[in-house]
């Protein structure tokens, strides 16, 4: 998952070409990197708990005050084409590609297969079918690819969301099999999967429709949960608030 988060996300860097810098970072290094963050700094804020709006909105405009007010701010307010945006890489409708990593321990037995699908950008109704398909498959593609055919211990299907880019992703893990043959059953499985899903009745449609409404309407179990959910929707730039509710109704 990690390479998969490396090779779709803009200006991200491997971990071993960090380690590869730090050697030759000084301690004035870092002191000129306090001032260029400072420069560039602006605030994304989310408050939730037993908090009034009004008190909300003063602790902001004490920071506020304290980094871009005064005689000497510490920081200058940026314009918008300043702000860091999240990009995420467009695959090719149709295209395959294929990245190999050897693991760091070359006496390990395991190997790992990450089968990515793009599938689309945020949007209502198209998320609510992925989350179907995904709610619809997750059960036969485990029986498929772990009971059946017995790829590798670890066996899954998984969505993902990449700052707003989803998609479908295969995950399996195995000492018997290379991620080679496993990423040629996952296509299989799909082709079978497909005729499966021309065959499901009305009923059947409906009912994991219903629950993945019911999945969609249950409550938060705290506030932590709740705060993820909202804040996610912040640091993804899609700040859509509402959209438990409009998922919901492109259920209905």
Aim: charged letters at 25%.
């Amino acid at each position: 998952m990690y390479y998969c988060s490396l090779l779709l996300e803009d200006r991200s860097w491997a971990w071993m070409e960090e380690l590869e810098v730090l050697p030759n970072i000084k301690a004035e290094d870092l002191a000129k990197f306090a001032l260029m963050m400072l420069s560039r700094a602006f605030l994304e804020c989310y408050m939730a708990g037993n908090i009034e709006r009004v008190v909300a909105e003063s602790m902001i405009k004490h920071v506020e005050d304290i980094f871009f007010k005064g005689s000497n701010p510490i920081c200058q307010p940026l314009f918008p084409s300043q702000h860091p945006t999240n990009r995420v890489l467009k695959l090719i409708r149709g295209m395959n590609y294929f990245y190999s990593k050897e693991g760091l321990n070359p006496s390990d037995d395991n190997s790992a297969l990450l089968h990515y699908i793009q599938v689309h950008q945020d949007d209502f109704m198209l998320n609510v079918k992925l989350e179907l398909f995904d709610l619809i498959a997750k059960q036969p593609a485990f029986y498929q690819l772990r009971s059946v055919e017995q790829l590798g211990y670890f066996t899954a299907l998984l969505q993902r969301n990449d700052f707003g880019i989803r998609g479908l992703q295969f995950i399996i893990q195995s000492t018997v099999k290379g991620p080679g043959y496993s990423g040629l059953r996952v296509q299989a499985f799909l082709k079978m999967f497909e005729i499966q899903l021309y065959k499901m009745t009305h009923d059947e449609f409906t009912s994991n429709v219903n629950a993945l409404i019911d999945m969609k309407l249950e409550k938060h179990k705290n506030l932590q949960e709740e705060s993820w959910v909202y804040w996610r929707e912040i640091t993804d730039g899609t700040l859509k608030f509402d959209r438990t509710e409009a998922e919901v109704a492109a259920l209905r």
